[in-house]
């Protein structure tokens, strides 16, 4: 057996796997290609205490989305009555949430759909507003 | 010498810790004799889920991995040996604390090595050398949900299964005199894409072991110490367009402490591994340890 020859080979061999380079995708980040359809609440819709408000939104893009963020704002105060997040391996999310109104005063508020493509900050946003009254 | 060295395959992960295909030879026995045996594996880690809004503080899981394997070795001849893998898995994710349960038949494994080398019986020089390597396959038979279910959590690793066919090959090299050793292994897993497009990472994994032989009688005792060297690429969420997943792959070095003992035709194996260096998943997986016990009887 040739003896140098195999270890020389193997180790040769183990090395070239692991300097391998992986391929990624190396695409240009464009949030604005980012498409975010809202199909509730519609725009203006009035709830009352007590009703669930769907939030049912589809987000597209080209390439890898890293997910969503759906957060619904009181617009006289500021203050977030409800937040959640998604995360995705995929190009589409399918956002389906829920949030139960509880607010005792009319209030408008703020649907801000997020759609996250990376780890480096890069999003685009979707707005509507729509009403509570108790 | 009673025992041979070996390892194969490792892991990958994803925001949590290691995963469906994690197998280990260890210390072999008696080199010409057929061995069934069931073997149980323990393996933990920490993570840290960076939330997507800036308004809440990252989240710390854990993740605890235990498998019970039923594995064997079938001798053909002096110098080839096959070897087989039937892991059931049972994982949990523990995330503010609420307990998300996985288990399963994991992926089956076969796997042939050959003996390259072997100093013969023949020669007395007191120094005593073997070489052996091998190809397997590994067939995906265990439960593998896809990406598609799990875009929240986000952990494809957590499944019995990996859902893809891997090949996985090993190298392994001791060298001895008298009662001491030491063992030099290297495996490597070449992995292949998923049904639903996941790659999981290929993955090299690595052991330096010294031994020592104890005898009592028919007992004999194997204390072992070493280190275990991982390396994972980085697993792809989509490897026909290439998506990288960077949060996932690294390196773990781990200082590993065993013993193993044999009575006739009885052994029983305990191992733990404990890193020592880690540079894994960008920092958001923490390998804490890993506990391996064993029994096999030699038929």
């Known amino acids: 057996m040739n003896w140098n020859r195999t270890i020389s080979l193997t180790i040769t061999t183990i090395m070239m796997l692991l300097s391998a380079c992986q391929k990624k995708a190396d695409t240009e980040v464009k949030p604005d290609d980012v498409t975010i359809s809202i199909a509730s609440p519609a725009s203006k819709q009035i709830f009352h205490k007590g009703d669930t408000v769907k939030v049912n939104a589809d987000v597209a893009y080209t390439e890898q989305l890293h997910g969503y963020i759906v957060t619904i704002t009181n617009t006289a105060n500021g203050v977030v009555v409800f937040e959640t997040e998604g995360h995705s391996h995929s190009d589409h999310m399918a956002i389906n949430e829920t949030w139960v109104d509880t607010l005792n005063t009319s209030t408008e508020l703020e649907l801000t759909v997020t759609a996250v493509i990376d780890h480096d900050e890069n999003l685009k946003n979707a707005k509507l507003i729509f009403n509570c009254q108790p | ?299």
């Open chain 2, 1 to 299: 010498m009673l025992l041979i060295a070996g390892t194969f395959v490792a892991s990958a992960c994803d925001i949590c810790g290691a995963s469906a295909g994690n197998q280990n030879l260890g210390l072999l026995p008696q080199m010409n004799r057929h061995f069934a045996g069931i073997q149980y594996q323990y393996n933990t880690f920490g993570s840290v889920y960076r939330y997507l809004s800036d308004s809440k503080p990252d989240r710390h899981d854990e993740q605890h991995y235990r498998t019970v394997q039923l594995w064997g070795r079938y001798c053909i001849g002096d110098n080839w040996q096959l070897f087989a893998f039937v892991p059931y898995r049972s994982n949990v994710h523990i995330s503010d604390n609420t307990y998300t349960y996985t288990n399963g038949i994991g992926d089956i494994s076969l796997l042939v090595n050959r003996i390259i080398y072997s100093t013969p019986q023949c020669i007395d020089s007191g120094w005593r050398h073997r070489l052996q390597g091998g190809v397997g396959i590994k067939a995906p038979t265990g439960k593998y949900i896809g990406t598609s279910e799990l875009q929240k959590s986000g952990v494809p690793n957590m499944q019995p299964g990996t859902g893809s066919w891997d090949v996985p090959i090993n190298l392994n090299y001791t060298i001895s005199k008298n009662a001491y050793g030491i063992n030099v292994d290297a495996s490597y897993s070449f992995t292949t894409v998923s049904k639903d497009g996941y790659k999981f990472g290929n993955k090299l994994n690595s052991q330096l072991s010294a031994f020592y032989h104890i005898q009592k009688g028919k007992l004999f005792l194997f204390p072992q110490i070493g280190f275990r060297y991982e390396y994972s690429l980085h697993d792809y969420d989509n490897y026909a367009r290439r998506w990288l997943n960077t949060q996932t792959g690294g390196h773990i070095l781990s200082a590993t402490v065993g013993v193993q003992l044999y009575l006739k035709s009885v052994g029983v194996q305990m191992s733990y591994q404990k890193p020592v260096y880690q540079k894994y998943a960008q920092g958001f997986v923490t390998p804490v340890g890993r506990f391996d016990s064993g029994i096999l009887f030699l038929l």
